[in-house]
């Protein structure tokens, strides 16, 4: 017998291109961002997210990285101060808006592009 497959999650993956520097490399507006996108999407936060600024001697990587555990999954994000771009991964089992959580993160950190993927797991 096979069992009917069944949706545990969605996953919103962001690749965010000509960002607002300042923003990218400001660790209070990334706490910013994760706390109003929790309101926004109306998901629970375990705990104050991890927000810190590493990689220093890769220039590629060097910047911000962000992971907010929520209820129903994680928030995380990454922050290339050498391209301006923002890397940001939404997965949650209860559903979310994917459009409004796109449009809200493009807006806040000021890209000029977006680029988004769905997965549905």
């Not at 069992?3 to 923003?23: R, V």
């Not at 999954?73 to 922050?79: A, D």
Request: aromatic share 10%; with cysteine; net charge positive.
């Amino acid at each position: 017998m096979i069992k009917k497959a069944k949706i545990y999650g969605k996953e919103l993956i962001l690749d965010l291109i000509d960002c607002d520097p300042k923003i990218i490399r400001s660790k209070k507006k990334i706490l910013e961002y994760s706390n109003k996108l929790c309101n926004l999407l109306k998901v629970k936060k375990y705990r104050k997210p991890l927000i810190e600024r590493f990689a220093l001697h890769l220039d590629h990587a060097a910047g911000f990285s962000l992971v907010q555990l929520i209820e129903s999954s994680s928030i995380s994000g990454h922050f290339s101060e050498l391209w301006n771009k923002a890397f940001i991964n939404i997965f949650s089992c209860k559903l979310f808006d994917d459009k409004k959580a796109a449009n809200f993160t493009k807006k806040f950190f000021k890209a000029k592009k977006i680029k988004k993927r769905i997965l549905i797991r």
